[in-house]
């Protein structure tokens, strides 16, 4: 029990273009999922919370306009990169707390920028 | 923040020894996970482990949350250990999971 399905599991594209990244909880409702990102060889470090119906909250430093984070149903979480540039590759994992288990994590997604 | 610091940053091991990661935070804590990252970059769950101690095969973690750190013993070590091995934190009156620094293992054959 207690799954978050992340999709896809890696991504290349061209500079300048959106990527969307969904994570979905399969068998139980995540009120609150949690967006991570991680650079090779570093810890992950958390981007925003995303609520279920309400806007995502950004870490300091993390740019809303370019990270989108939509939470509209109670199963699924997305995340968009917007105009993505180099920089923004990167490995970008989601989670959600689950009552007495702790966090679950997705899969992660490796995203190529070229 | 609260901060979290893992030691040892790094760790080599022949097959078949022991080994003791830790993690150390700097303020109170309503859980803590003990995850390995696999070389594909998934995050497995070890432990849920806000204190106490558990054990799961050759592997056992011990958190006293009093004085604020959390251990993290593999026995018998397998070259399937090898990875990174993360400890994240919840720190009170919050409800954001904080990842430490890390422990990359490597066990030789």
């Known amino acids: 029990g207690a799954v978050v399905s992340q999709h896809p599991s890696w991504v290349i594209c061209k500079s300048g273009t959106s990527v969307k990244i969904e994570c979905r909880s399969l068998?139980?409702?995540?009120?609150?999922m949690f967006w991570y990102r991680q650079f090779p060889k570093q810890s992950l470090m958390l981007m925003a919370t995303s609520n279920e119906g309400s806007k995502a909250t950004y870490e300091q430093g993390v740019e809303k306009d370019k990270f989108l984070i939509n939470h509209a149903s109670l199963t699924l979480s997305t995340l968009t990169v917007t105009s993505a540039h180099p920089e923004d590759s990167s490995f970008y994992i989601c989670?959600?707390?689950?009552?007495?288990?702790?966090?679950?994590f997705g899969s992660g997604t490796r995203l190529t920028v070229v | 923040g609260i901060q979290v610091e893992q030691s040892p940053p790094d760790l080599i091991l022949q097959e078949g020894a022991n080994s003791t990661l830790r993690c150390n935070f700097s303020d109170s804590v309503n859980n803590l996970q003990w995850f390995h990252q696999n070389p594909w970059g998934q995050l497995i769950n070890l432990f849920y482990i806000p204190s106490g101690t558990k054990q799961n095969g050759r592997l056992s973690a011990t958190t006293v949350a009093t004085e604020r750190y959390s251990l993290l013993y593999i026995s018998s070590s397998q070259t399937t250990d090898s990875g990174v091995y993360f400890c994240?934190?919840?720190?009170?009156?919050?409800?954001?999971?904080?990842f430490g620094t890390g422990t990359r293992l490597k066990v030789l054959a």
């Open positions: 068998d139980f409702q995540a009120t609150t």
């Open positions: 994240a934190v919840v720190a009170s009156g919050t409800y954001k999971y904080i």
């Open positions: 989670s959600a707390a689950v009552v007495a288990y702790g966090y679950t």
